[in-house]
């Protein structure tokens, strides 16, 4: 059964700080694993990530995988309160059409 | 519509009342997925729709569940003799035939309900 581990599961820092939310995953078949940052109810796409190695990077945000160890690593520098949300990691693999969710970092950003 | 549209946004029910919540997808989106998340779990796939063919029901918790797109379109999910446990966030995304790029997945905004 594929499984995605997020940690921690809540996180509370104050402004400015920089924060490492963590993913790992056991998948038959992995195709990609993607971040999304879900504030009140719909997610929002963050990266997708499909080679080991190659980081992303967006503004404040950068993400890693890697696929020998098995886990991703989203990094937000410099955060602000409007970072406060919850960030999922999910993995789509060939073996099914659905998207496996983790269940989340809660993080909450203090002025 | 530019998004995924879910309604209601929010459903207050009586355990044992049924319940329909529709998402309408992106228009020529041929994949829709149901999935819900209830409080501190992640998001659990309910059911896929692509286009005409069988849909994937293998997320379906029980019986009580069913869900159906008509037209390849607008999509209904029913859950019958709600029970309390059914409480959680309902969503909804589409995405187009083939879709695994980073724009390809779209999700709506949810419909909480709320099981009394």
């Known amino acids: 059964e594929d499984k995605v581990v997020q940690s921690p599961l809540s996180l509370v820092v104050h402004e400015g700080d920089t924060v490492t939310l963590n993913c790992s995953y056991e998948?038959?078949?992995?195709?990609?694993l993607l971040w999304y940052k879900q504030e009140k109810k719909a997610p929002t796409f963050l990266f997708m990530l499909t080679s080991s190695g190659i980081e992303k990077k967006s503004g404040r945000l950068s993400s890693i995988l890697d696929k020998k160890e098995l886990f991703s690593i989203l990094n937000i520098t410099a955060t602000q309160t409007g970072d406060s949300a919850i960030y999922l990691c999910v993995i789509n693999s060939n073996s099914g059409y659905a998207l496996n969710f983790g269940k989340g970092t809660s993080l909450l950003v203090t002025p | 519509g530019a998004g995924v549209s879910q309604s209601p946004s929010n459903k207050v029910t009586e355990k044992g009342k049924d319940v329909e919540l529709r998402c309408d997808p992106i228009?020529?989106?041929?994949?829709l997925y149901w999935y819900r998340q209830s409080l501190g779990q992640g998001l659990e796939f309910l059911i896929y729709?692509?286009?005409?063919?069988?849909?994937?029901k293998s997320g379906l918790p029980s019986d009580r569940f069913s869900a159906e797109r008509t037209g390849g379109s607008v999509s209904t999910l029913t859950i019958q003799r709600t029970q309390q446990e059914d409480s959680a966030v309902y969503l909804c995304?589409?995405?187009?035939?083939?879709?695994?790029?980073?724009?390809?997945?779209?999700f709506g905004s949810g419909t909480r309900l709320t099981v009394v």
């Open positions: 995304a589409s995405r187009p035939q083939g879709g695994d790029r980073p724009y390809g997945y779209t």
């Open positions: 729709f692509q286009g005409n063919s069988a849909p994937d």
């Open positions: 998948v038959t078949n992995f195709r990609s």
């Open positions: 228009s020529g989106h041929t994949a």
